[in-house]
């Protein structure tokens, strides 16, 4: 076991075919850094499943509330004083005020793992393959609406499936 922030990992390069950074990204300092980190240590073919929250979902599991996210960040702080629901960032935990953790839209996503150098069209999905298993016949009118309304609006985090070209 070895010890390390996320944005430096104490790995080797290409060392892992498979790296897991679930609920994590909201919390470091700087979730690009740690993306490139990722993609440094991964083999070519290797996989990386992660999740980002999402800037406008509907219900954030941290605070437990609807529609906080929605709100611009200074309104959601004053709001989050008031219900006395804040909590405080922490050097051995991370980022855990909602104004300094790092949510994201899937298309802000997107850029960061094609500026690091992941190719966009291998990232999958984790709920569109879950659909499209489940529901068959009936999955392409409902990536539809997930597509429009549920992803960038309803769930609160993105699960994704990475891979190194």
Known sequence: VKQGRAEHLPFSDVVFEFVNCAEVSEHVD???????EIYRILKPGGKCYISFHNRFGLYDY?????????????WAESIL???KKQKEDSPSI?????????YYTYSQITKIFRKIGFDVFDVKDIRV?????????????LLIL???????FY???????LERR
């Open 30 to 36: 700087n979730p690009e850094q740690m993306c490139r």
């Open 62 to 74: 941290h605070y437990r509330l609807y529609f906080i996210n929605w709100l611009p960040r200074t």
């Open 81 to 83: 004083k008031f219900l």
């Open 94 to 102: 991370g980022r855990q005020k909602l104004i300094t953790m790092h």
């Open 129 to 141: 393959e879950k659909v499209k298993e489940k529901y068959q016949l009936a999955s392409p009118l």
């Open 146 to 152: 997930y597509f429009f309304i549920f992803r960038p």
């Open 155 to 161: 769930f609160n985090t993105f699960h994704l499936l």
